[in-house]
Structures are given as C-alpha cells and as structure tokens.
C-alpha cells in the first residue's frame, strides 16, 4: 500500500477515536501536513511529518509506515514516531489551571461586565 487517506490515517494510529472526528479537524484546520491544511481526503506517504492540534497541545508525528486498518496500541510504534517536543508534553500533566479572583463576602454574583473579563481571562489559558 502507498499511501492512506490522512482521515483514516489517524483513526487508524488511534490519535482520534472515530474516523468522523478525524475529518471533522482536518476540515478546521487542526492538521497539518508538511506545514500546508490539509483535507481529509489528502493522501499521505511514508516520511511526512504531520501536526495535530488538541485542546492546547501541538502533537508532531513522522509517517513511518502506511496503514489503514485500526492497529492496537501495542502496534503503533511500528508506523508513526512520535516527534512531539516534551514542553508539548508537559501540558498534558499541567492540573487544571484555575484563576480565583478575590471577592468580598456577600458582594454577590459577578455582574455581566465582571463575568466577560473572567471569560476571556480563561479562554487564554485554554487556547
């Protein structure tokens, strides 16, 4: 076999669970092959190097071996090297980063105004 639609692609190497949200993040834009978007119906080849964004980690992966049948995760050592950088890594292990802003007992719930500051405060730690 020569070369695999990248959606069953990474269904195939476990990095999604279903094939349909594989394609879902190719039509996105969170993967990445050779530094160009790619759809899921982009054919890949041995040697490629192939970014995938989840939640806040940039995964980084090299195609060692083309397959498009589900391998066990025992298996897929044997197709994909993982080249991900261990800063990447590291925010797996991060806890949950949680921002507590000091409020006056009894002054009540945030205001509306107060409420989209906390929201954007925290939309940049998940970005």
Request: charged fraction near 35%; proline fraction near 2%; glycine fraction near 4%.
């Amino acid at each position: 076999m020569e070369d695999v639609r990248i959606d069953k692609w990474l269904w195939a190497m476990r990095i999604y669970k279903t094939r349909s949200e594989a394609a879902d993040a190719c039509k996105h834009g969170k993967v990445i092959i050779n530094n160009v978007e790619c759809k899921p119906s982009r054919m890949i080849k041995k040697g490629e190097t192939i970014i995938v964004r989840k939640l806040s980690v940039i995964y980084t992966y090299r195609v060692v071996d083309i397959t498009e049948n589900r391998q066990s995760a025992k298996n897929v050592a044997q197709y994909v090297e993982n080249l991900t950088p261990q800063e990447e890594m590291a925010k797996l292990n991060a806890k949950n980063i949680t921002i507590f802003v000091h409020r006056d007992k009894g002054s009540g719930r945030p205001t509306k105004k107060e409420r989209r500051m906390l929201d954007n405060i925290m939309n940049e730690f998940t970005e």
